[in-house]
Protein backbone atom coordinates (compact mmCIF):
# COMPACT_ATOMS: atom_id res chain seq x y z
CA UNK A 1 0.00 0.00 0.00
CA UNK A 2 1.70 3.57 -0.80
CA UNK A 3 2.59 5.86 1.54
CA UNK A 4 -0.07 8.58 -0.26
CA UNK A 5 -2.94 5.97 -0.22
CA UNK A 6 -2.56 5.10 3.51
CA UNK A 7 -2.56 8.86 4.50
CA UNK A 8 -5.60 8.88 2.12
CA UNK A 9 -7.55 6.17 4.16
CA UNK A 10 -6.43 7.95 7.63
CA UNK A 11 -7.35 11.21 5.91
CA UNK A 12 -10.73 9.55 5.49
CA UNK A 13 -10.94 8.38 8.78
CA UNK A 14 -9.99 11.63 10.49
CA UNK A 15 -12.85 13.15 8.71
CA UNK A 16 -15.20 10.99 9.66
CA UNK A 17 -14.77 10.96 13.23
CA UNK A 18 -14.44 14.09 13.44
CA UNK A 19 -18.29 14.54 11.50
CA UNK A 20 -19.66 11.88 14.24
CA UNK A 21 -17.91 13.98 17.31
CA UNK A 22 -19.26 17.12 16.20
CA UNK A 23 -23.33 15.67 15.72
CA UNK A 24 -22.94 13.90 19.03
CA UNK A 25 -21.50 17.30 21.19
CA UNK A 26 -24.38 19.57 21.75
CA UNK A 27 -26.53 16.04 22.98
CA UNK A 28 -23.52 14.50 24.81
CA UNK A 29 -22.88 17.89 26.92
CA UNK A 30 -26.63 18.23 27.66
CA UNK A 31 -26.51 14.56 28.85
CA UNK A 32 -23.82 14.95 30.87
CA UNK A 33 -25.47 18.46 32.53
CA UNK A 34 -28.16 16.55 33.30
CA UNK A 35 -26.67 13.69 34.24
CA UNK A 36 -24.81 15.81 37.04
CA UNK A 37 -26.95 17.91 37.79
CA UNK A 38 -29.40 15.03 39.15
CA UNK A 39 -27.06 12.28 40.62
CA UNK A 40 -24.64 15.39 42.17
CA UNK A 41 -26.59 16.37 45.41
CA UNK A 42 -24.55 19.47 46.07
CA UNK A 43 -25.06 20.20 42.20
CA UNK A 44 -28.94 19.83 42.34
CA UNK A 45 -29.49 21.97 45.28
CA UNK A 46 -27.15 24.30 43.71
CA UNK A 47 -29.93 24.36 40.87
CA UNK A 48 -33.12 24.37 42.50
CA UNK A 49 -32.37 25.78 45.71
CA UNK A 50 -32.25 29.73 44.99
CA UNK A 51 -35.92 29.04 43.36
CA UNK A 52 -37.24 29.83 46.68
CA UNK A 53 -36.01 33.14 46.22
CA UNK A 54 -37.91 33.57 42.62
CA UNK A 55 -41.16 35.83 43.29
CA UNK A 56 -43.30 33.15 41.18
CA UNK A 57 -42.08 30.40 42.24
CA UNK A 58 -42.75 31.77 46.19
CA UNK A 59 -46.46 33.08 44.90
CA UNK A 60 -47.15 29.07 43.03
CA UNK A 61 -46.00 27.25 46.68
CA UNK A 62 -48.04 29.68 48.74
CA UNK A 63 -51.13 28.59 46.28
CA UNK A 64 -50.45 25.66 46.93
CA UNK A 65 -50.26 25.52 50.36
CA UNK A 66 -52.67 27.76 51.46
CA UNK A 67 -55.43 25.85 49.12
CA UNK A 68 -54.05 22.96 50.67
CA UNK A 69 -54.90 24.35 54.22
CA UNK A 70 -58.41 26.57 52.95
CA UNK A 71 -59.48 23.37 51.28
CA UNK A 72 -59.74 22.02 54.96
CA UNK A 73 -62.04 24.46 56.19
CA UNK A 74 -65.38 25.59 55.18
CA UNK A 75 -64.66 29.59 56.26
CA UNK A 76 -68.18 30.43 54.52
CA UNK A 77 -70.05 27.76 56.49
CA UNK A 78 -67.70 29.17 59.80
CA UNK A 79 -68.32 32.63 59.42
CA UNK A 80 -72.04 32.11 58.54
CA UNK A 81 -72.51 29.88 61.99
CA UNK A 82 -71.17 32.96 64.11
CA UNK A 83 -73.09 36.01 62.14
CA UNK A 84 -76.19 33.67 63.06
CA UNK A 85 -75.10 33.90 66.53
CA UNK A 86 -76.20 37.94 66.77
CA UNK A 87 -77.92 39.18 63.35
CA UNK A 88 -81.27 37.03 63.10
CA UNK A 89 -81.58 38.48 59.48
CA UNK A 90 -80.55 35.86 56.62
CA UNK A 91 -80.41 38.17 54.34
CA UNK A 92 -77.63 40.38 55.58
CA UNK A 93 -76.08 37.05 57.23
CA UNK A 94 -75.80 35.80 53.31
CA UNK A 95 -74.56 39.41 52.06
CA UNK A 96 -71.90 39.49 54.49
CA UNK A 97 -70.87 35.67 54.48
CA UNK A 98 -69.00 35.61 51.49
CA UNK A 99 -67.28 38.81 51.18
CA UNK A 100 -66.06 37.57 55.52
CA UNK A 101 -64.87 34.29 54.56
CA UNK A 102 -63.10 35.76 51.34
CA UNK A 103 -61.00 37.79 53.51
CA UNK A 104 -60.09 34.93 55.72
CA UNK A 105 -59.05 32.92 53.14
CA UNK A 106 -57.02 36.03 51.65
CA UNK A 107 -55.25 36.20 55.09
CA UNK A 108 -54.30 32.74 55.44
CA UNK A 109 -52.82 33.42 51.90
CA UNK A 110 -51.25 36.20 52.62
CA UNK A 111 -49.61 34.55 56.02
CA UNK A 112 -48.82 31.55 53.85
CA UNK A 113 -46.76 33.73 51.21
CA UNK A 114 -45.29 35.63 54.04
CA UNK A 115 -44.08 32.55 55.76
CA UNK A 116 -42.60 31.05 52.19
CA UNK A 117 -40.71 33.86 51.70
CA UNK A 118 -38.92 34.03 55.15
CA UNK A 119 -35.50 32.48 55.96
CA UNK A 120 -37.25 29.54 58.14
CA UNK A 121 -39.16 28.25 55.01
CA UNK A 122 -35.99 28.60 52.59
CA UNK A 123 -34.66 26.13 55.41
CA UNK A 124 -37.19 23.64 54.74
CA UNK A 125 -37.11 24.05 50.77
CA UNK A 126 -33.49 22.85 51.05
CA UNK A 127 -34.05 20.07 53.06
CA UNK A 128 -37.16 18.94 51.45
CA UNK A 129 -35.34 18.97 47.56
CA UNK A 130 -32.39 17.38 49.34
CA UNK A 131 -34.67 14.47 49.84
CA UNK A 132 -36.57 14.87 46.81
CA UNK A 133 -33.24 14.45 44.96
CA UNK A 134 -32.74 10.72 46.49
CA UNK A 135 -36.19 10.01 45.27
CA UNK A 136 -36.14 11.32 42.12
CA UNK A 137 -32.72 8.94 41.63
CA UNK A 138 -34.74 6.11 43.03
CA UNK A 139 -37.96 6.60 40.85
CA UNK A 140 -35.49 6.92 37.89
CA UNK A 141 -34.21 3.28 38.57
CA UNK A 142 -37.20 2.36 38.81
CA UNK A 143 -37.55 1.62 42.96
CA UNK A 144 -39.60 4.45 43.60
CA UNK A 145 -39.13 5.58 47.47
CA UNK A 146 -39.71 9.42 48.95
CA UNK A 147 -41.64 11.84 48.47
CA UNK A 148 -41.48 12.07 44.36
CA UNK A 149 -44.11 8.92 43.30
CA UNK A 150 -45.41 8.52 39.77
CA UNK A 151 -49.17 8.06 39.81
CA UNK A 152 -50.48 6.97 36.53
CA UNK A 153 -49.12 9.45 34.11
CA UNK A 154 -48.21 12.30 36.80
CA UNK A 155 -44.94 12.59 38.74
CA UNK A 156 -46.25 14.05 42.02
CA UNK A 157 -44.31 15.45 45.62
CA UNK A 158 -45.43 15.25 49.06
CA UNK A 159 -45.16 18.15 50.27
CA UNK A 160 -46.85 16.62 54.19
CA UNK A 161 -43.71 18.60 55.51
CA UNK A 162 -43.95 22.15 53.94
CA UNK A 163 -47.89 21.47 55.47
CA UNK A 164 -46.99 21.29 58.91
CA UNK A 165 -44.52 24.02 59.32
CA UNK A 166 -47.26 26.48 57.69
CA UNK A 167 -50.17 25.14 60.20
CA UNK A 168 -47.89 25.61 63.03
CA UNK A 169 -46.95 29.13 61.57
CA UNK A 170 -50.74 29.74 60.88
CA UNK A 171 -51.57 28.41 65.03
CA UNK A 172 -48.52 31.10 66.15
CA UNK A 173 -50.23 33.86 64.26
CA UNK A 174 -54.01 33.06 65.70
CA UNK A 175 -55.29 30.90 63.36
CA UNK A 176 -55.86 28.29 66.23
CA UNK A 177 -58.18 26.52 63.69
CA UNK A 178 -55.30 25.63 61.56
CA UNK A 179 -54.20 23.45 64.71
CA UNK A 180 -57.35 21.15 64.40
CA UNK A 181 -56.92 20.63 59.96
CA UNK A 182 -55.69 17.10 59.63
CA UNK A 183 -54.91 17.70 55.52
CA UNK A 184 -55.23 14.28 53.56
CA UNK A 185 -52.37 12.67 51.62
CA UNK A 186 -54.06 13.47 48.30
CA UNK A 187 -54.32 17.06 49.39
CA UNK A 188 -50.61 17.18 50.40
CA UNK A 189 -49.20 15.68 47.21
CA UNK A 190 -48.81 18.46 44.05
CA UNK A 191 -48.10 17.25 40.44
CA UNK A 192 -44.54 18.03 39.53
CA UNK A 193 -45.06 16.82 35.79
CA UNK A 194 -47.17 14.99 33.64
CA UNK A 195 -44.85 12.02 31.82
CA UNK A 196 -47.04 9.13 30.13
CA UNK A 197 -43.42 8.03 29.09
CA UNK A 198 -41.84 7.37 32.63
CA UNK A 199 -41.33 4.33 31.62
CA UNK A 200 -39.53 4.79 28.91
CA UNK A 201 -37.39 7.40 30.88
CA UNK A 202 -36.45 4.95 33.39
CA UNK A 203 -35.13 2.87 30.81
CA UNK A 204 -33.31 5.43 28.96
CA UNK A 205 -31.95 6.40 32.51
CA UNK A 206 -30.72 3.21 33.13
CA UNK A 207 -28.68 2.90 29.79
CA UNK A 208 -27.13 6.01 29.63
CA UNK A 209 -26.51 6.66 33.46
CA UNK A 210 -22.82 4.80 33.03
CA UNK A 211 -21.58 6.39 30.02
CA UNK A 212 -23.06 10.43 30.57
CA UNK A 213 -20.51 10.99 33.40
CA UNK A 214 -17.85 10.12 30.99
CA UNK A 215 -19.02 11.86 28.25
CA UNK A 216 -17.13 15.37 27.99
CA UNK A 217 -13.71 13.25 28.23
CA UNK A 218 -15.28 10.84 25.85
CA UNK A 219 -15.47 14.27 23.28
CA UNK A 220 -12.13 15.18 23.93
CA UNK A 221 -10.54 12.17 23.11
CA UNK A 222 -12.43 11.70 19.97
CA UNK A 223 -11.52 15.29 18.87
CA UNK A 224 -7.88 14.15 19.47
CA UNK A 225 -8.15 11.15 17.70
CA UNK A 226 -9.17 13.55 14.56
CA UNK A 227 -6.33 16.15 15.01
CA UNK A 228 -4.24 12.69 15.09
CA UNK A 229 -5.27 11.03 11.82
CA UNK A 230 -5.50 14.42 10.10
CA UNK A 231 -2.98 14.82 7.09
CA UNK A 232 -2.84 18.39 8.31
CA UNK A 233 -3.23 18.50 11.54
CA UNK A 234 -2.93 22.38 12.69
CA UNK A 235 -6.19 22.87 9.43
CA UNK A 236 -7.89 20.10 11.85
CA UNK A 237 -7.12 21.77 14.73
CA UNK A 238 -8.54 25.40 13.67
CA UNK A 239 -11.38 22.90 12.31
CA UNK A 240 -12.24 21.93 16.18
CA UNK A 241 -11.71 24.73 17.60
CA UNK A 242 -14.49 26.24 14.61
CA UNK A 243 -16.59 23.25 15.74
CA UNK A 244 -16.57 23.70 19.11
CA UNK A 245 -17.92 27.31 19.12
CA UNK A 246 -20.59 26.02 16.90
CA UNK A 247 -21.50 22.92 18.77
CA UNK A 248 -21.78 25.72 21.75
CA UNK A 249 -24.20 27.39 19.77
CA UNK A 250 -26.08 24.15 18.98
CA UNK A 251 -26.03 23.52 22.73
CA UNK A 252 -27.54 26.06 23.30
CA UNK A 253 -30.27 25.91 21.19
CA UNK A 254 -30.94 22.13 21.99
CA UNK A 255 -31.28 23.63 26.22
CA UNK A 256 -33.75 26.28 24.76
CA UNK A 257 -36.21 23.41 22.98
CA UNK A 258 -35.44 21.45 26.47
CA UNK A 259 -36.59 24.64 28.43
CA UNK A 260 -39.83 25.43 25.89
CA UNK A 261 -40.86 21.01 26.44
CA UNK A 262 -40.12 21.52 30.43
CA UNK A 263 -42.27 24.35 30.62
CA UNK A 264 -44.72 22.48 28.65
CA UNK A 265 -45.05 19.44 30.90
CA UNK A 266 -45.22 22.24 33.73
CA UNK A 267 -48.54 23.88 31.88
CA UNK A 268 -51.30 21.68 33.62
CA UNK A 269 -49.70 21.87 37.20
CA UNK A 270 -49.37 24.75 39.75
CA UNK A 271 -45.77 25.79 38.25
CA UNK A 272 -47.04 26.59 34.84
CA UNK A 273 -46.89 30.39 35.92
CA UNK A 274 -43.75 29.89 37.88
CA UNK A 275 -41.93 28.15 34.71
Known amino acids: MSNGKRWGIRAIASLLVFIFTVIVTPVAL ?16 ETVGPLVNDPAVQDAVSKVISDAVVKQVDTSALVGDFLGGFIQNPTITDRLTDPIAAGINNLVYELVH ?18 AQASLIALLENRPNGPIQVQGDKIVLDISSMLTAVQGTLVNNGFDLASKITIPPSDAQVVLAQSAAIGQLQLLYRLSAP ?15 SIALARNRSRMVLAVGIALIACGGATRVLMNGAETVFVKQLSDTVFADAA
Request: charged residues 10%; negative net charge.
Open 30 to 45: IGHWGHETVIDSTQYL
Open 114 to 131: TFVASKEFAKIWYTTNEV
Open 211 to 225: VLQWFPLLIAILFGL
